[in-house]
């Protein structure tokens, strides 16, 4: 299942590249966010085996794997932003690969759990930012780094709006 259209406030310009508007939407129905230097993708639909999970993410030139470092931030932002779409499958960088067919791993919040690779749940995508540009209202274009496109350009942020015409957001495009 390719991506090919997100949402109402973001849609694919280039490979390796999205456009956020700044428009403001009703509730939080945006399946992208920023965090720390990574762009994620959300999809909180229990649709997905782990398999499938992986299978989208790398159709989408995304990873699948995130770090137990993340695993605090990311759920509370998630809480935050979307409330209830637990679990969410993803891989653990420590997961030895021969295991990835028995039991799989799922984000619970702030916790990781071990479940049945069969079950459905959402997914978890995610992949690098390095940097991007933004465009004012007023026809100002800027060039942009991580720091910035994280504290203007997050689509669940509307603090901006007003001022930001849209965002050109340019990741790291998967390599296999």
Known sequence: MKLNFLTVIISVLLPGAIVINAVNTVGNDSK???FNEDLFYINPQNDFSSKAAQIFCIENDMVYMIEPTEYVGLGK???KYYEKIYPLWLIME???IYKISENCTALEKNDVNTISCATRLGLICKTKIFGGSIQYRNGTLLEVGVNEINRLCNP???EYDELLEHCLI???RLLL
């Open 156 to 158: 669940l942020s509307h």
């Open 77 to 79: 932002l998630l809480t």
């Open 32 to 34: 992208w966010f920023l």
């Open 94 to 96: 420590d997961t030895p």
């Open 170 to 172: 340019k990741f790291k």
